[in-house]
């Protein structure tokens, strides 16, 4: 996994005083480590964003301004439900050694069968999943193979494949979580729904 480098300003987490980084362009965030106490910061949003809005996930060094840096990903964001920016994030720092927690975006690969011939349309349920392992063995995204996927199928978390990743990491989550659906063309839905009515 990719590492980048991202500066931070140590800051008060006094009462309003994260509106006002908001107003000057920049983010309030906490770093936290099991046992340790937690940090308050504030980051650029410009350079948060490019992070936030990656199709990948990435480790992250935070550099602070006496050049101490921490090793840390995002474990959590809170977006403004109106404007969509990025308003809190939650940074988590780890060792080496530390099994961690952490969400990896899907790849979905190959040709759906059901999209391509059966003319059905990709619903993805789930963006991103859970993974649970060691920093180092942790992919910038999960891949996905949906060439088998066929027109009203539907692929859920047990049937997800780890493929390389296998004894290394594992997936989090209920079993019967839908990841991806071949959904039917509506037309089709629509005139199944009507049959199903008629015969009831």
């Not at 770093?31 to 990948?56: D, F, P, Q, R």
């Not at 789930?126 to 993974?131: F, G, N, R, S």
């Not at 209920?174 to 089709?188: I, N």
């Amino acid at each position: 996994m990719e590492t980048r480098a991202l500066s931070v300003n140590l800051r008060e987490a006094k009462k309003k005083e994260a509106a006002k980084l908001r107003r000057t362009g920049r983010v309030p965030a906490v770093v936290y480590h099991k046992g340790e106490e937690t940090v308050t910061i504030s980051i650029e949003e410009m350079a948060l964003n490019k992070l936030v809005h990656s199709s990948e996930t990435h480790i992250i060094d935070l550099q602070y301004p006496n050049g101490k840096t921490t090793r840390s990903f995002i474990k959590d964001l809170q977006f403004d439900p109106v404007s969509d920016k990025v308003i809190h994030v939650d940074f988590q720092l780890f060792s080496d050694d530390e099994v961690i927690e952490m969400e990896v975006p899907t790849h979905f690969e190959g040709e759906c069968p059901g999209v391509k011939i059966g003319g059905g349309k990709l619903q993805v349920n789930l963006h991103a999943v859970t993974l649970k392992g060691k920093p180092e063995d942790m992919p910038e995204h999960f891949s996905i193979d949906i060439s088998s996927l066929e027109l009203g199928h539907t692929l859920h978390i047990r049937d997800l494949e780890l493929g390389a990743l296998e004894g290394k990491v594992v997936i989090l989550g209920e079993a019967d979580a839908p990841v991806v659906t071949a959904m039917a063309p509506r037309k089709d839905a629509e005139a199944a729904a009507a049959e199903a009515t008629a015969e009831a």
